[in-house]
């Protein structure tokens, strides 16, 4: 029964109603019924994790996130513990690939951002290969996710010697959370190259939604949530990568978010 899941799920909806916040999902029928899934979804907000399982509920499968580890630290760690979730050290990430491969054999699903942070400029940045060699070693299928919204709640900070960003209180948004369709990574696909189709995958979707009128700021607003690509006032992809601060490990993207 999991009670501190179901805990954890009872409280989220009362946050997103008092907020009144809309989650739309589009696509979950795409996550298997049952066996081991592997979720790979792009990374724009620090509650993330919260709109992609709201918007996996109704397929009934309770999803294990990779988290910082720094998580586990807070008051929150014994329930993300108690909840299946899975610590990832950037330092020495080892220990959260053999913890999510052993839940995956279990028949788990298993969500992970590959992104491992999120880009001051909301594109998609390098990413670790990780989320492919799980699929690749276990056979599950790899299911790519789409979210776009929280960054609006609570982002990215926009210069390294910046404080931890706080979350807006901010009532009446939108967070819309795509599952495109999943795919077989075989035994012997190229971990590189594989990673880097999924980039674009995740890119082309985050343009289409990212288009959408109601993610689009209004005429003359600052908007820092929204990408300096499209007219918005985040930082610029160039000068997000010596805020990314990725390991030497991540796969540098060859895709390119779509221009106006």
């Known amino acids: 029964m999991e009670p501190v899941y179901a805990a954890a799920i009872a409280a989220g909806k009362v946050a997103l109603r008092a907020l009144d916040l809309r989650v739309r999902a589009e696509g979950a029928e795409h996550v298997p019924a049952e066996g081991p899934v592997v979720l790979a979804c792009n990374h724009v907000s620090f509650p993330d994790f919260v709109f992609v399982g709201r918007a996996l509920l109704a ?14 630290d807070s008051p929150a760690g014994r329930a993300m513990s108690a ?3 899975v610590p990832v050290d950037r330092e020495a990430p080892a220990a959260a690939y053999l913890r999510a491969r052993a839940l995956l054999r279990a028949g788990e699903v298993v969500c992970v951002f590959p992104e491992a942070g999120i880009s001051a400029a909301y594109a998609v940045r390098a990413l670790m290969p990780g989320a492919v060699a799980l699929a690749r070693e276990t056979g599950a299928p790899l299911v790519p996710v789409t979210v776009w919204g929280g960054q609006r709640l609570w982002g990215q900070k926009r210069a390294l ?3 931890f960003p706080r979350p807006l209180v901010t009532r009446g948004r939108t967070v819309d959370v795509r599952v495109g369709t999943p795919t077989t990574v075989a035994p012997d696909a190229d971990l590189v190259e594989t990673t880097r189709r999924l980039g674009a ?15 689009r700021p209004r005429p003359g607003e600052w908007a820092p949530w929204y990408p300096a690509h499209l007219g918005g006032d985040a930082v610029g992809r160039d000068e997000s990568y010596t805020l990314d601060g990725m390991p030497r490990s991540a796969v540098t993207p060859t895709w390119s978010p779509a221009l106006l």
Do not use: K, S, Y
Request: charged residues 30%.
């Open 59 to 72: 397929t009934g499968r309770r999803v294990r996130f990779l988290c910082r580890a720094d998580i586990w």
């Open 83 to 85: 909840m299946g979730h």
């Open 161 to 163: 010697d910046a404080p």
């Open 201 to 215: 995958t995740l890119q082309a979707t985050l343009d289409d939604v990212q288009r959408l009128p109601e993610h």
